[in-house]
């Protein structure tokens, strides 16, 4: 999983087109049901909403649903072959480990960024109020009532480090064939657990998605650097001092 080597030459951009369209489309698959079930679940008036009424209710249906998408687009023959990084973070990392070429990094992040955002605009049209009025405003990534920035910053930077590192240690052992299975479970801990901390941004791209079309960019330095700082800091150490060695090879 995240591991995908595409060609490294710039003459194979055109070859790799269609992993940059699947980056995109994972992406924007991820907005589309955080967009559809956030709505359900917070807007007044909605079907779930009026079905779950607590937030610990509402918090642990968003966070199956988006488990569940999650693992639909790890797997998903439209979307797997490209790594299905979905996320620029994991993408810079791969980078740094040699699995993917600057140029296609490049690429890969620009689609994953284009991605998510027509996911949200495509809903914003389909859904309107639904998604866009408060208090589900785009599924924006800001901290949660009461909680400062540098403790969201914190939670993302904790969140981002136990996925990478779980990432690359779990798919060099006897369980490498549940890693994207782990990978989804760990997103639905993140949504039920660090949402209402940090609103689970671990992801660049995911966040500034929400962020652009509704000009709430409140403490985005933290999604936007967080994810990186830590996925980054999870790949060296892995590099230099792995938990699991080459017990699959």
């Keep these: 999983m995240w591991q995908i080597h595409v060609k490294h030459n710039s003459a194979a951009i055109k070859m790799n087109y269609k992993l940059y369209l699947m980056e995109a489309f994972g992406l924007s698959i991820f907005m589309i049901s ?106 924006a990534t800001v901290p949660g009532e009461g909680i400062s920035p540098f403790e969201a910053a914190g939670c993302e930077l904790l969140i981002g480090f136990v996925m990478m590192t779980m990432v690359l240690n779990v798919s060099k052992s006897t369980l490498k064939k549940y890693t994207r299975v782990f990978a989804a479970c760990l997103v639905s801990v993140y949504v039920f657990f660090a949402g209402p901390i940090s609103g689970f941004g671990m992801n660049p791209a995911r966040s500034f998605a929400s962020a652009l079309p509704s000009h709430n960019f409140n403490s985005f330095w933290i999604y936007l650097f967080c994810p990186v700082i830590s996925m980054f800091t999870a790949a060296w150490l892995y590099k230099r001092f792995p938990l699991i060695k080459n017990s699959v090879q």
């Design 34 to 139: 955080a967009c559809f079930f956030a709505g359900e679940l917070w807007h007044t008036g909605a079907i779930l909403n009026l079905i779950f009424k607590a937030s610990l209710e509402k918090n642990l249906v968003m966070g199956v649903a988006m488990g569940l998408t999650a693992l639909c687009i790890f797997y998903s023959p439209l979307t797997a072959p490209s790594g299905a990084h979905i996320n620029p973070a994991v993408t810079l990392a791969q980078l740094y480990l040699g699995n993917i070429s600057l140029l296609n990094a490049l690429f890969y992040i620009i689609f994953q960024f284009a991605g998510g955002l027509i996911g949200v605009l495509v809903m914003s049209s389909l859904i309107g109020t639904v998604l866009t009025a408060a208090p589900v405003g785009y599924v």
